[in-house]
């Protein structure tokens, strides 16, 4: 289950309706999926994606979204190091991003200016799904040994393509 840790206010959210109403006066969507799809560990992407489709289908129909892939980041993934850094680096996309967590774990720091100046760090797991809206400041870290497989949702995969800010923001959390 998520936590959400806002480090300026020294403040922590374990609570599950907690989580998602600070996210939600925010513009983000968070919701838990149920995981138990009875999938082997190393199962293909289209297994994943099938296993999956019960939640999936009706959700993307619901808010528009037209395709869906998987990502999986292991510490055998080629170039890992500069892939990470990319997902550090605060960035917008002209497209909501979507990710349920299948497995592993990550955090989403998000940079508010609409509530306040505002910075929090939403820590993701199996089961785990949030949406960021499309022109949000964040960034993602995968964490220094990642083992992640997540579902990703689009309407147009070419409204992913990072916008980054070069605010430096980032660097005070790390």
């Known amino acids: 289950m998520a936590t959400l840790r806002m480090p300026d206010k020294d403040m922590l959210l374990t609570d599950e309706q ?5 996210l939600d006066q925010r513009g983000i969507f968070y919701q838990r999926w149920p995981t138990d ?6 199962a293909t992407d289209t297994q994943v994606l099938a296993a999956n489709n019960h939640w999936l289908e009706p959700f993307m129909k619901k808010h528009g979204y037209q395709t869906s892939d998987i990502i999986r980041v292991t510490p055998q993934t080629p170039n890992l190091p500069a892939i990470r850094e990319k997902f550090l680096r605060e960035h917008t996309h002209s497209e909501d991003e979507i990710r349920y967590f299948v497995h592993g774990q990550g955090v989403f720091w998000f940079h508010t200016e609409s509530v306040q100046d505002e910075v929090f760090a ?8 949030v949406s960021v809206p499309a022109d949000t400041k964040h960034w993602f870290d995968l964490g220094i040994h990642p083992n992640v497989c997540a579902i990703r949702v689009f309407t147009n995969q070419a409204g992913w393509v990072p916008q980054y800010t070069e605010s430096g923001i980032e660097q005070r959390y790390r």
Do not use: V
């Open 18 to 22: 907690a989580i998602s109403l600070f």
């Open 37 to 42: 799809t009875g999938l082997p560990s190393d």
């Open 122 to 129: 939403l820590f993701c797991e199996q089961g785990d799904l």
